[in-house]
């Protein structure tokens, strides 16, 4: 246990939260275990890397040949697993509904006559669009066989004309895309979800564990005391205090770096050490953040759930999920005033898009920008972390 006299300074305000965070386990858990968690349950939910074996009613009321051949490629393919034992478009489109299968893939009993008379065969295909990931796999994987199949019957129709197979393909496909992807060619999802879910957790974490460590000087009425260690200096104060979670935060984010670049192979085109300094620019902007919502709330609980809710939006802010030139000029405007935006920019450019190393500055300038938001909550702050009116409140 140590004496409070050992507190004075920012030494010994470093002393004093190691200190609790030894005798703080919602802390700890906080700081260390689920972060963790985290890293363990996303890389396991993901280590598929892309999904595989959707479940898919197929109903083949034509049961010929060119029908079975149809089921047996779809069957082949990584992405579905076919499912057999609905015999009518109901049952299996109530399966759907229900969530039972991501698709059903109905061949009717004409197909192989209209296929032998050159007719449109007309397969039908539902999905649930609303499930997008699952949806589009199916509707991808289906549309790829079918196509496929389709080419094939053609090729081999124009061959039995006299075409040489040079000449049947050209009238098979006389266009063809030369379709080349640039970045993450094999649809990991890995890459693309789990890159940017674990950053954004983190920031979550940063937010409310910030809110927290320095709420609680006003929960607890330490308030004075805190000050009176410092020296009475605000700046002092906050530095002791900060220190050690960007320390254990700062080894978090490069636990999630390791395991992400060195052991699940994300690729890193670009400068590594400037996505490591952004991750540690990101940890202090958050904690900035967090100074300034303690100073103008004067309440730790609102505090905390103001950060929630701001950690949230920035996920959702980010263009992860959905690109930002798609939203509202508004909503564009706003998607600036998240640090984490700015993060997942620079880290895309750098490990994806292979950028120069000196393009991640502009990123980490304005994310430096948040670190510097306190400045204008310092006076504030003090005065409530000196005021006893302020003290108790959860």
């Known amino acids: 246990m140590l004496n409070k006299e050992q507190y004075q300074g920012i030494k010994g305000l470093i002393l004093r939260e190691w200190h609790e965070i030894l005798e703080n386990r919602t ?45 047996n490629m779809l069957d082949a393919t990584s992405e579905l697993k076919l499912v057999r034992k609905y015999t009518d478009l109901k049952s299996a489109e109530s399966a759907l509904k229900q969530g039972i299968v991501y698709g059903v893939v ?9 296929v032998m008379k050159s007719e449109q065969a007309d397969v039908v295909m539902l999905y649930n669009n609303e499930l997008l990931i699952p949806a589009g796999t199916v509707s991808k994987a289906v549309n790829k066989v079918t196509a496929t199949m389709g080419a094939g019957i053609n090729i081999k129709r ?41 950053p954004a957790l983190l ?9 927290f460590v320095i709420g609680r000087e006003l929960r607890n009425g330490t308030g004075k005391e805190w000050l009176t260690y410092a020296d009475n200096s605000i700046i002092k104060a906050i530095i002791g205090k900060m220190t050690p979670y960007v320390a254990i935060f700062t080894i978090v984010g490069f636990t999630y770096n390791s395991v992400l670049y060195d052991y699940l192979n994300v690729p890193m085109n670009g400068s590594r050490l400037i996505v490591e300094a952004g991750q540690i620019v990101m940890i202090l902007a958050y904690f900035g953040i967090s100074f300034t919502l303690v100073a103008w709330s004067r309440n730790m609980r609102f505090s ?54 000196i393009s991640g500055l502009a990123r980490l300038g304005i994310m430096c920008g948040f670190i510097i938001l306190p400045l204008v909550s310092i006076r504030r702050m003090k005065e409530v972390m000196s005021d006893s009116k302020f003290y108790g409140r959860l």
Not at 48 to 65: F, G, H, K
Not at 304 to 321: D, M, P, R, V
Request: with cysteine.
């Open 304 to 357: 905390i759930s103001i950060s929630a809710i701001f950690g949230a939006l920035a996920f959702s802010f980010s263009g992860l999920t959905f690109p930002v030139s798609g939203m509202p000029d508004i909503a564009q405007s706003l998607t600036h005033m998240f640090p984490f935006t700015h993060y997942l920019e620079l880290f895309l450019n750098q490990a994806f898009y292979g950028a120069p190393a």
């Open 106 to 114: 109905a061949i009717p009993d004409d197909f192989e006559r209209s």
């Open 27 to 71: 802390l700890r858990m906080c700081l260390v275990y689920f972060p963790l968690l985290a890293l363990i349950f996303f890389t396991w939910f993901f280590k598929a890397q892309q999904p595989e074996n959707l479940p898919v009613a197929i109903i083949d009321t034509d049961n010929s040949a060119t029908s079975s051949k149809l089921v």
């Open 203 to 211: 920031q979550i974490f940063v937010l409310m564990v910030g809110g």
């Open 158 to 198: 124009n061959m039995m004309k006299g075409d040489s197979y040079d000449a049947a393909l050209k009238k098979a496909q006389p266009i063809i895309i030369d379709s080349q992807v640039m970045f993450n060619s094999t649809v990991n999802y890995l890459y693309f979800l789990v890159s940017g879910i674990l």
